[in-house]
């Protein structure tokens, strides 16, 4: 995926039959926006907002389903990729076949135990 054709991709896999309009799909992107916002501040700060997130996932894997993935992996930074991992794993959107490279990224045990308590 590149900056030429992910826009392509995301509205081919946008599904949302409350979006009437251009602007709904743009506010909707606007979620992967957030999260890496969010991500960042984690690494930052290590304040990590779990229900606004968590949120932010749901909302984006019920508009994209499984496209969501390597959306957020396109959109998001490798240096946030174990957070951004672990949430996916939280949320059973890892897929197991076929194994790939996110299989070999490592999760963020600090996240995980934060993710656990919710």
């Not at 030429?4 to 606007?30: C, G, R, S, W």
């Not at 496209?67 to 396109?74: D, E, I, Q, S």
Request: net charge neutral; proline share 4%; hydrophobic share 40%.
């Amino acid at each position: 995926m590149n900056e030429d054709n992910y826009l392509m991709f995301a509205i081919k896999h946008y599904e949302n039959p409350q979006a009437v309009t251009q602007e709904d799909f743009y506010e909707d992107l606007k979620k992967f926006k957030y999260i890496k916002r969010l991500l960042k501040r984690y690494k930052k700060t290590g304040e990590l907002k779990t229900h606004l997130l968590l949120n932010h996932f749901i909302c984006l894997y019920n508009v994209f389903d499984d496209a969501a993935t390597p959306l957020l992996f396109y959109k998001i930074d490798r240096d946030l990729w174990s957070v951004l991992k672990t949430f996916l794993m939280f949320l059973q959107r890892i897929p197991e076949y076929p194994k790939s490279i996110i299989n070999d990224i490592p999760v963020d045990l600090h996240c995980l135990e934060l993710l656990n308590k919710v």
